[in-house]
T-cell receptor, first 111, second 114 residues
Framework: GENVEQHPSTLSVQEGDSAVIKCTYS??????FPWYKQELGKGPQLIID???NVGEKKDQRIAVTLNKTAKHFSLHITETQPEDSAVYFC??????????WGAGTKLIIKP | NAGVTQTPKFQVLKTGQSMTLQCAQD?????MSWYRQDPGMGLRLIHY???????DQGEVPNGYNVSRSTTEDFPLRLLSAAPSQTSVYFC?????????????FGPGTRLTVT
C-alpha cells in the first residue's frame, strides 16, 4: 500500500536559520500533499498544502516544493522563530482520497 | 465556534473494559474521521463518515465501532480494551468533498489500557 517516509525525525536549528523537512511517497496516484503542525497537547493543524499540478507554493515564511517525478516533497521554513517549535507531519492522499501520514519531525528552535 | 471537541481528555481503562470516546463539531462538516497516533508512526485512520448514517472502515478498524446519527456527533467505541489500544486518539472533520482535504482536528484523548 501507500507509504510516506519523513526525514529527519528530529531537527534542531538556530533561531533565524532555515529548516527543511523532506518526505517521499510511493503511490504515483497521490495528488494532494498537506503539511500539519502539531503543538504540544493539541491536535494537528494544517499549515500549507500543495496539489500535484503545482511545483511550489509559498505562504509568508513557509514554502512547500513538490517533485512528482522523484515522488518527494519538502517543507521549508525561513527565518525560524521560537513559535515554530513543534512536530510537523507530511501526508499524501491515496487512491481512496484518504491521507497517509509520515511519522513526524520534531523541530527545535534554539535561542 | 468551538470547532471540534473531544471528551474525555485522559482515560485509563483495564483490559476488557469498554468505553466511548466522544467527538462533536459545530461547523456543519459532512466528513468526520477518527485517527490514532502512536510514537514514530504518524496518524492512522480508524473509521470515517461521509455524512449522517454513513460510516466506513479505515486502515486500523479492528476493536473499534462508530456510528453517525447526526451531522455533529461521531463517537468511537472501544468494545473490549486491549493494551495495544493505548494511544492518543484524534477526531477530525472536513467541509470539503474529500476526506483528505483541510481537516480540522480536536485536541485528542490520551487513552491508557492496563
Amino acid at each position: 500500500g501507500e507509504n510516506v517516509e519523513q526525514h529527519p525525525s528530529t531537527l534542531s536549528v538556530q533561531e533565524g536559520d532555515s529548516a527543511v523537512i523532506k518526505c517521499t511517497y510511493s503511490d504515483s496516484a497521490s495528488n494532494y500533499f498537506p503539511w500539519y503542525k502539531q503543538e504540544l497537547g493539541k491536535g494537528p493543524q494544517l499549515i500549507i498544502d500543495i496539489r500535484s499540478n503545482v511545483g511550489e507554493k509559498k505562504d509568508q515564511r513557509i514554502a512547500v516544493t513538490l517533485n512528482k517525478t522523484a515522488k518527494h516533497f519538502s517543507l521549508h521554513i525561513t527565518e525560524t522563530q521560537p513559535e515554530d517549535s513543534a512536530v510537523y507531519f507530511c501526508a499524501a492522499s491515496n487512491s481512496n482520497y484518504q491521507l497517509i501520514w509520515g511519522a513526524g519531525t520534531k523541530l527545535i528552535i534554539k535561542p | 465556534n468551538a470547532g471540534v471537541t473531544q471528551t474525555p481528555k485522559f482515560q485509563v481503562l483495564k483490559t476488557g473494559q469498554s468505553m466511548t470516546l466522544q467527538c462533536a463539531q459545530d461547523m456543519n462538516h459532512e466528513y468526520m474521521s477518527w485517527y490514532r497516533q502512536d510514537p514514530g508512526m504518524g496518524l492512522r485512520l480508524i473509521h470515517y463518515s461521509v455524512g449522517a448514517g454513513i460510516t466506513d472502515q479505515g486502515e486500523v478498524p479492528n476493536g473499534y465501532n462508530v456510528s453517525r446519527s447526526t451531522t455533529e456527533d461521531f463517537p468511537l467505541r472501544l468494545l473490549s480494551a486491549a493494551p495495544s489500544q493505548t494511544s492518543v486518539y484524534f477526531c477530525a472533520s472536513s467541509y470539503s468533498d474529500s476526506l483528505a482535504y483541510e481537516q480540522y482536528f480536536g485536541p485528542g484523548t490520551r487513552l491508557t489500557v492496563t
